[in-house]
């Protein structure tokens, strides 16, 4: 392989992995359900909700995200997150507490998730 060839190769690997992840692909971060398990049903439902609808909000930002990055590749090779930054993060944490808020329900034998 000529170095030319190598560079170009480095180049792309570089920017394809600096792209912003599509949230599906985002892993949730570790959030105690100790922190819900002080909360009664109805307001464990009431916070699953309304995470639940941040996490959609953030979801389709991040979503956005890696479409302005697909593009932005495509045309500039940049991945404008990085230069923009993206909403991993908080997507990360959202999955999180969607899940302590779960765990919180079952600890507390709510009837419903």
């Known amino acids: 392989m000529s170095i030319t060839k190598f ?3 480095t180049v ?3 920017v394809v992995s600096g792209c912003a992840n599509r949230p599906e692909s985002i892993r ?3 959030v105690s359900h100790e922190k819900y398990t ?11 909700a309304d995470t639940r609808a941040e996490l959609d909000k953030y979801s389709k930002m991040q979503d956005s995200k890696a479409n302005g990055d697909a593009f932005g590749v495509f045309l500039l090779g940049i991945p404008f997150s990085k230069l923009s930054g993206d909403h991993e ?13 779960e765990t919180a329900q079952i600890k507390n034998k709510c009837k419903s998730i």
């Open 12 to 14: 792309a690997l570089i």
């Open 28 to 30: 949730a971060s570790s």
């Open 7 to 9: 560079g170009l190769l």
């Open 38 to 48: 002080h909360l009664e049903c109805a307001a464990l439902t009431t916070k699953l």
């Open 89 to 101: 993060g908080d997507v990360a944490r959202l999955k999180g507490e969607v899940e302590a808020i």
